[in-house]
């Protein structure tokens, strides 16, 4: 029988929180203190709290939070960064922003993120930092990163913007590296209603001129030390995300549930699944992504049964227009240009039912009879 199951969908995380958000609204609404009041400093307080950094600090969305993190290591215009060469162009972007030069590095197949064994040779007089992603949720090999960082004096960046609320070794990313950036997009693990995104970090200088920067370069009101811009995380938005962050852990648990299920009943030769991770990678599934190698043909399969996918994502940042100025050739990273051809994102998603999670495992098993 032919069911209707989206890609991905809010109804029943939002319905289970409808009171606390409309009552979250609500408080906002009385005070009549819309920008960088009450609500923003109790989020930032709680999500440096769920992380275990001593500082948050809210800004408008997850590139903003990258390229501040930037601006406040003093990383610009003649500088190079290391970054994945398989991510949302939005890594890229922020290095971009400040006038640096965004240096790709291949990333393992199995695991989708960055190869530590491949960065140092991509490291110049030049190279300022390394931005490690936590691609789909999965944390990044952050003990081999941070070697190769102590070694050549580089600062360590966290791209989190997926993987809110992941383990790297009993700690929780966000807090294992010099900063982390996160975006709180609504389609993240911790979403807000809007756009909005956070800084993490132990570093009271990076803290103070995140903060800073974001609030058009003052340190306070008309004061101004930095070229700085607007980038602040609204009080609406925060007052939401705390109210979301209570649930965080139940909806992560069971994104990984229904990741457990998919690992072990698709059996499907033609189907390459993720890597499973041990105990020192606690992935929290932001998305589900599966290989194929006929990969076009399988997304119009699962469409025509009811099955909404995704594809993360079908051009890699180096054959995009936006990079052409890099120079890097179609078979350069051939790494990220099979990743780029193969992946589809299968549902994933707080409230699907385990009649759904079944459909989707029997559609793919029977895929290529």
């Known amino acids: 029988m032919r069911k209707n199951i989206p890609f991905a969908s809010f109804e029943n995380m939002h319905a289970e929180i409808r009171r606390e958000l409309d009552a979250a609204y609500r408080t906002v609404m009385d005070r009549s203190y819309f920008i960088q009041g009450k609500a923003c400093e109790q989020f930032e307080r709680e999500f440096a709290g769920y992380c275990g950094t001593d500082y948050c600090i809210g800004v408008g969305n997850g590139l ?12 610009g215009e003649g500088d190079e960064v290391i970054v994945p060469s398989n991510t949302y ?17 291949e990333p393992e197949l199995a695991t989708f993120n960055i190869n530590p064994d491949l960065i140092e040779e991509k490291i110049t007089g030049k190279t300022k930092a390394i931005i490690a992603v936590h691609l789909q949720g999965r944390p990044a090999d ?30 929780k990313v966000g807090s294992l590296g010099d900063a982390a950036g996160f975006s709180f997009y609504p389609g993240k693990n ?19 001129k995140v903060r800073a920067l974001g609030n058009y ?10 070229k700085g811009c607007n980038s602040r995380l609204d009080e609406m938005q925060a007052a939401f995300l705390s109210v979301k962050l209570k649930q965080l852990d139940k909806w992560n648990q069971e994104r ?17 699944l993720p890597c499973r991770s041990d105990s020192s990678f606690e ?15 399988l997304e119009k399969y699962l469409k025509e049964r009811g099955i909404g996918t995704l594809k993360h994502y079908p051009i890699p ?22 990743i780029s051809e193969t992946v589809l994102s299968i549902p994933m998603y707080y409230g699907m039912s385990d009649e759904d999670i079944s459909y989707v495992i029997e559609v793919i098993n029977r895929y290529g009879d």
């Open 64 to 75: 903003d939070a990258l390229m501040l993190i930037l601006r406040a290591m003093e990383i």
């Open 89 to 105: 162009i939005a890594t890229a972007l922020a290095v971009s922003y400040v006038g640096a030069k965004p240096v790709f590095v």
């Open 142 to 171: 952050m003990d081999s990163i941070n070697a190769v960082a102590r070694k050549y004096g580089l600062r360590v960046i966290e791209d989190a913007a997926q993987a809110h609320g992941a383990r790297y070794k009993g700690k």
């Open 190 to 208: 911790l979403g807000a209603l809007g756009d909005g995104g956070c800084v993490t970090t132990n570093d009271r200088v990076i803290a103070d």
């Open 217 to 226: 370069g003052s340190d306070y009101k008309y004061h101004h030390i930095y």
């Open 256 to 272: 990984r549930r229904i990741a457990g299920r998919y690992l072990s009943e698709i059996h499907n030769p033609l189907i390459a």
């Open 283 to 297: 992935h929290i599934y932001h998305v589900f992504v599966i290989r194929c190698r006929e990969r076009d043909s």
């Open 317 to 338: 940042m180096h054959l995009q227009g936006a990079y052409a100025d890099l120079n890097i050739r179609k078979g350069d990273l051939p790494i990220a240009e099979e």
